[in-house]
Nanobody, 126 residues
Framework: QVQLVESGGGMVQSGGSLRLACAAS????????MGWYRQAPGTPGKEREL??????????NYADSVKGRFTISKDFARNSVDLQMNSLKSEDTAIYYC?????????????????WGQGTQVTVSS
């Protein structure tokens, strides 16, 4: 079992910055990829939107809406994946969830486990 604990959410004015952190209960070397998703207010039936992901090989992917503004990074010393968010816009307002994927077993019969944090609120006022 992997626990993920997010921190760093809050309220900021448009154009401001926030840094989110997600601490994992296991070494992040053991996780295949880690990322951040978000769910905007008033959209409970909608799937969470991928914001950014960092894979085990260090490659990253970003949603088009955040490219050039957000940066995802791993901190191996803290077993954490961080999301630096700059030039925030009101449309970035959402609950942000940390996600981690773990794969266990041989390649021909791998078991995949997905873990989620409890979420942290980010509110950007215009």
């Amino acid at each position: 079992q992997v626990q993920l604990v997010e921190s760093g959410g809050g309220m900021v004015q448009s154009g401001g910055s926030l840094r989110l952190a997600c601490a994992a209960s296991v070494s992040i070397f053991r996780l295949k990829d880690m990322g951040w998703y978000r769910q905007a207010p008033g959209t409970p039936g909608k799937e969470r939107e991928l914001v950014a992901v960092v894979n085990s090989d260090g490659s990253t992917n970003y949603a088009d809406s955040v490219k050039g503004r957000f940066t995802i990074s791993k901190d191996f010393a803290r077993n954490s994946v961080d999301l630096q968010m700059n030039s925030l816009k009101s449309e970035d307002t959402a609950i942000y969830y940390c996600h981690a994927r773990r794969e266990v077993g041989p390649v021909e019969r791998v078991d995949v486990f997905d873990y989620w944090g409890q979420g942290t609120q980010v509110t950007v006022s215009s």
